[in-house]
């Protein structure tokens, strides 16, 4: 079995190797990829340079105590891919090398010590991706293993136990694809089994028998959920499997329509909802999903815009079922108040809201229907205040809040239209 984790980094990869070369001048290396955090960016060129900007308050920026950085500095080269935590940046580098850096109150970082890192330390050899939540972490390696560490007061590391680890621990072996998640956590083993730990309100087969798992049970093991998923997506308390024949199937919450049968019930069991889906995702309390002729569906909570229903099919801006968002979508990005889809044409269309609760004067972008927000675009990293986009040309842009220099442009405000970051070559701040 290929794990989606794999097989995503073999396309980034491929996408920062076979990015224009030349599109932009030589002291302004083309991007490849973006991540972005609460108040940071993080950003590789086509060469494997990691780039580094915004706040630097919990060392997220591996900068070292340095209050942060307006204008984008390079951290780390040869790397291969990332993922920004909310205060925390984790980092594979291409000999498979996994570093972490920034907030550690809660050991997320696995490196066996407590309190912030503010440079790169590495974490895990061999890996081959990382899925990060608030407080906990989960690193799956070449092998199919997934580790885990940090915060455990829910279970969700599957250790057995409810101890924190402050350094990686091996739960579950032959596994494609690992997801954490607040308090609990998902993984798809072996036999393409769906597995779940930590504090799971989802229902599980126990001796041969359904039970329903209720908001205070916690199961410090890897316990099976579901058969023939390939990948698996999650909101706050609400699950999405795509399975072998592609069809979509989905439970758990449905206060606000997100499991899409038509109801608001809790469901206890898995709802085979759509067919010839390749693509999911579940945002706090919607799901969206990509078939196979590029149309856009979504469901649930539509309270922001974020499924660009101007009508709702129900009360209280909520879609009880899927509705098409709209056609000829190659790739989706969600966010928890907005949804960034690319279209065949290079055209990235957004639908919701992007204001950063934090800063009221800024008054955001809203639109409760799909419209275009960029052109030539090519890849986008969306975040709760700001988003970056990378065009076919390999450029770089930004749009949203920019209070702590997070879209690395020196007027610190919030940018409603989006705005080029340019990223000058400097000597690297850190070679391990």
Do not use: C
């Not at 984008?72 to 984790?90: D, I, K």
């Not at 580098?93 to 490196?111: C, I, P, V």
């Amino acid at each position: 079995m290929i794990s989606p984790f794999k097989l995503a980094a073999s396309i980034l990869f491929i996408f920062i190797l076979s990015a224009p070369a030349g599109a932009e001048s030589a002291d302004t290396p083309a991007a490849g990829y973006a991540a972005v955090g609460a108040y940071h960016s993080l950003v590789i060129d086509v060469s494997g340079v990691l780039w580094v900007f915004g706040d630097n308050s919990q060392g997220q920026l591996g900068i070292g105590n340095e209050p942060g950085a307006i204008f984008p500095r390079p951290l780390l080269n040869n790397v291969r891919s990332v993922e920004a935590g909310p205060f925390a940046g984790f980092v594979i580098s291409t000999d498979g090398t996994l570093w972490a850096f920034g907030k550690n109150s809660r050991w997320e970082l696995g490196l066996a010590s407590y309190g912030n890192r503010h440079s790169p330390a590495p974490v895990l050899s061999r890996a081959a991706a990382v899925s990060a939540s608030a407080g906990h972490t989960l690193g799956l390696d070449e092998d199919g293993n997934i580790w885990a560490w940090g915060d455990n007061r829910a279970g969700q590391l599957g250790i057995g136990a409810t101890d924190a680890l402050s350094s990686p621990r091996k739960v579950l072996g032959g596994a494609s694809q690992a997801l954490a998640r607040p308090g609990f956590s998902l993984a798809v083993g072996r036999g393409y089994t769906l597995w779940g730990w930590g504090n799971l309100e989802v229902p599980l087969t126990v001796d041969g028998g359904r039970s329903y798992i209720g908001s205070d049970t916690i199961f410090a093991t890897p316990q099976p959920i579901f058969s023939h998923v390939m990948k698996v997506s999650a909101g706050s308390r609400h699950y999405l499997a795509l399975r072998q024949d592609d069809s979509l199937w989905s439970w758990g919450d449905n206060s606000e329509g997100q499991v899409g049968d038509g109801s608001r019930e809790t469901r206890l069991s898995p709802v085979k909802l759509l067919e010839d889906i390749v693509e999911i995702a579940a945002g706090p309390r919607h799901s969206l999903a990509l078939d196979r002729q590029g149309r856009l569906w979504g469901w649930g909570s539509n309270h922001a815009g974020q499924l660009g229903l101007n009508n709702p099919d129900g009360e209280n801006g909520q879609a009880l079922r899927p509705a098409v968002l709209l056609t000829e979508v190659v790739q989706i990005f969600p966010a928890d108040t907005y949804t960034l889809a690319l279209d065949n044409q290079n055209r990235l269309w957004f639908t919701g809201l992007l204001a950063p609760p934090e800063f009221p004067e800024f008054k955001g972008i809203h639109s409760p229907v799909p419209k275009i927000i960029l052109e030539d675009a090519a890849f986008a990293a969306p975040g709760s205040g700001h988003m970056l986009f990378i065009k076919t040309d390999g450029s770089l842009w930004g749009l949203g809040n920019n209070a702590s220099g997070q879209l690395g442009l020196p007027v610190l405000d919030f940018f409603d239209t989006p705005e080029k970051i340019v990223l000058k070559e400097q000597k690297l701040e850190f070679s391990p």
